[in-house]
């Protein structure tokens, strides 16, 4: 059977869809910097010492994968940096979720490029913050731009993954009630979860490099 694999599976929206996925039967690899007890609960395969950000972990994901193929991979772990103004910029809060935001799934989708299936499908976690045309506020510079990078560097992966028959989808998950915005939020993780998925099933060659809510709204760049 192939794997699932999922950034960032310890808490909020990753664990939600390490739990879904199991839900419906796939063989999921949570990958993480440290496990949690409600992850150890579930009883799939976990990867712990996965810091997205650094080459040693993400090597040592691959090779905890070995010679398994990749039926989904879900690039989802990620960090917000609050306080950014255009009065008190943080620089470094700035290129830290460049680095786990923008460059860190790019590093983990090279790693594992060549262990995904023939038509497998890679799942980009991203925000609605980093459309361009939907920023009515301003602010929140370093997430806001982390996250259009992010955007930038999936949809040029869709193409250079589309002759391999691999399709991307870029997904925003809502406002979920997480612990990277301090329990605030509209949707449980569990809601948006069962979202991602299903614009992760509805995801092909045909519709590769999307950008779209979790409830199927198509989002503009």
């Given at each position: 059977?192939?794997?699932?694999v999922i950034t960032g599976a310890n808490r909020g929206i990753g664990?939600?869809?390490?739990?879904?996925?199991?839900?419906?039967?796939?063989?999921v690899v949570a990958a993480c910097r440290s496990s949690s007890k409600?992850?150890?609960?579930?009883?799939?395969?976990?990867?712990?010492?996965?810091?997205?950000?650094?080459?040693?972990?993400?090597?040592?994901?691959?090779?905890?994968?070995?010679?398994?193929?990749?039926?989904?991979?879900?690039?989802?772990?990620?960090?917000?940096?609050?306080?950014?103004?255009?009065?008190?910029?943080?620089?470094?809060?700035?290129?830290?979720?460049?680095?786990?935001?923008?460059?860190?799934?790019?590093?983990?989708?090279?790693?594992?490029?060549?262990?995904?299936?023939?038509?497998?499908?890679?799942?980009?976690?991203?925000?609605?913050?980093?459309?361009?045309?939907?920023?009515?506020?301003?602010?929140?510079?370093?997430?806001?731009?982390?996250?259009?990078?992010?955007?930038?560097?999936?949809?040029?992966?869709?193409?250079?993954?589309?002759?391999?028959?691999?399709?991307?989808?870029?997904?925003?998950?809502?406002?979920?009630?997480?612990?990277?915005?301090?329990?605030?939020?509209?949707?449980?993780?569990?809601?948006?979860?069962?979202?991602?998925?299903?614009?992760?099933?509805?995801?092909?060659?045909?519709?590769?490099?999307?950008?779209?809510?979790?409830?199927?709204?198509?989002?503009?760049?």
């Amino acid at each position: 059977m192939n794997i699932s694999v999922i950034t960032g599976a310890n808490r909020g929206i990753g664990l939600a869809l390490a739990r879904e996925l199991q839900s419906q039967g796939h063989q999921v690899v949570a990958a993480c910097r440290s496990s949690s007890k409600e992850l150890n609960a579930l009883g799939v395969e976990i990867v712990e010492g996965v810091d997205v950000a650094s080459q040693e972990g993400v090597a040592l994901l691959s090779q905890k994968i070995g010679e398994r193929k990749i039926e989904l991979l879900i690039n989802n772990a990620g960090i917000l940096v609050f306080g950014d103004t255009l009065t008190e910029p943080d620089y470094e809060g700035m290129a830290r979720q460049f680095e786990v935001n923008a460059v860190a799934p790019l590093r983990v989708t090279s790693a594992l490029q060549n262990s995904l299936a023939q038509g497998a499908k890679v799942a980009f976690v991203t925000s609605r913050m980093g459309s361009i045309a939907d920023n009515g506020s301003g602010g929140v510079y370093g997430y806001r731009m982390s996250k259009v990078a992010l955007n930038m560097a999936a949809v040029s992966m869709s193409h250079e993954l589309a002759p391999r028959g691999v399709s991307v989808v870029i997904l925003h998950p809502g406002m979920v009630k997480t612990d990277m915005i301090g329990g605030r939020g509209e949707v449980e993780p569990e809601e948006a979860a069962r979202g991602l998925l299903a614009r992760i099933e509805e995801t092909s060659i045909e519709n590769t490099g999307r950008f779209v809510h979790q409830n199927g709204e198509q989002l503009p760049w």
